[in-house]
């Protein structure tokens, strides 16, 4: 069974000027729902795009990308938290 996952920003640390507490991002593999997706920085984005292909797709129940809660940018300095939400399609 195929997922929506929705990131939502849980924390920002630093001054990240892409992303409030809050934005969303919204992804149906393989694309970014812009209608229903906050601002997209390009560096995060890259860096998600493995845990958002494996996050889309149907998994064992044992597979440890069932139990990712949270995701970070990779922004050393400006790290963001998203939380992970994923909602079977029908």
Do not use: H
């Amino acid at each position: 069974m195929p997922y929506r996952v929705i990131l939502t920003v849980k924390e920002s640390k630093g001054d990240c000027p892409y992303y409030k507490v809050g934005d969303k991002i919204t992804f149906e593999e393989p694309e970014i729902i812009k209608g229903e997706s906050d601002r997209l920085c390009l560096y995060a984005l890259l860096a998600l795009a493995p845990y958002l292909t494996a996050l889309c797709r149907d998994t064992p129940g044992e597979d440890w990308i069932n139990y990712k809660r949270t995701i970070q940018c990779p922004d050393s300095d400006r790290p963001v938290i998203f939380e992970v939400e994923r909602k079977p399609l029908k």
